[in-house]
């Protein structure tokens, strides 16, 4: 099987984007389920908070487990096969390294809160709906800035970027999703909250003039 794959793909590849495939449909899913009076940009914000949280719960919830009891080097089972594969990136994911396991644990019990919070605030149109949405992309970005920024000052020793699969594919494309997302999310809640700005200022102006 490996003979007929592109130099670098392995059958566990497969089964990782497979499984990554297979959570966005699960968010797809949910978003025309539960966002199908919302407008046509919350439909989009609430596909990606679905997968977002999907990800974090089932994804990087098991693996703060198995560094919190061992490694995944050490661990068994698909989860670990899978993140094996991703260590074949990037190594830390693969010894437990602390830095790692104390981003994700905020990550899996802190932003996923955020993200099901916000999805109910978009969902019944609450009042804090932006509060919760420039929280959870500041603390998305800020996780990936100390999740990479310490390995670029030293080096990067720990990067695999020899095979455009992992280089592409696993560091650049799936990290990044989580700062182009992000950093959308920040200027929809900025253009949002400068037009309730614009509207309470014209009502008070409205109301002087009266």
């Known amino acids: 099987m490996d003979s007929v794959m592109p130099p670098g793909v392995s059958p566990v590849s497969v089964c990782s984007l497979l499984a990554c495939s297979i959570q966005m449909i699960a968010a797809v899913l949910l978003m025309f389920r539960l966002g199908r009076q919302s407008s046509s940009v919350d439909k989009w914000i609430l596909l990606w908070l679905f997968y977002d949280v999907i990800v974090h719960l089932t994804l990087e919830g098991p693996f703060v487990y198995m560094s ?49 919070l916000l999805i109910h605030a978009i969902l019944q149109e609450r009042y804090y ?17 100390m999740t990479f920024a310490p390995e670029w000052l030293v080096g ?13 594919v696993y560091l650049v494309f799936f990290n990044g999703l989580w700062v182009l997302v992000p950093v959308l999310l920040l200027i929809q809640s900025w253009i949002s909250l400068k037009s309730l700005h614009a509207l309470q200022v014209d009502d008070h102006v409205n109301r002087k003039k009266m």
């Open 156 to 168: 990067s020793p720990s990067l695999n970027t020899s095979s455009w699969l992992h280089l592409w």
């Open 129 to 145: 709906r932006h509060f919760l949405q420039i929280t959870l992309s500041v603390c998305e970005l800020y996780g990936g800035w």
């Open 68 to 116: 919190l009891v061992g490694t995944v080097e050490t661990s068994e089972g698909p989860l670990a096969e899978l993140w094996r594969e991703y260590s074949r990136a990037d190594s830390r994911w693969l010894t437990s390294d602390p830095t790692i396991v104390s981003i994700e644990l905020l990550t899996v019990f802190l932003d996923s809160v955020i993200g099901v």
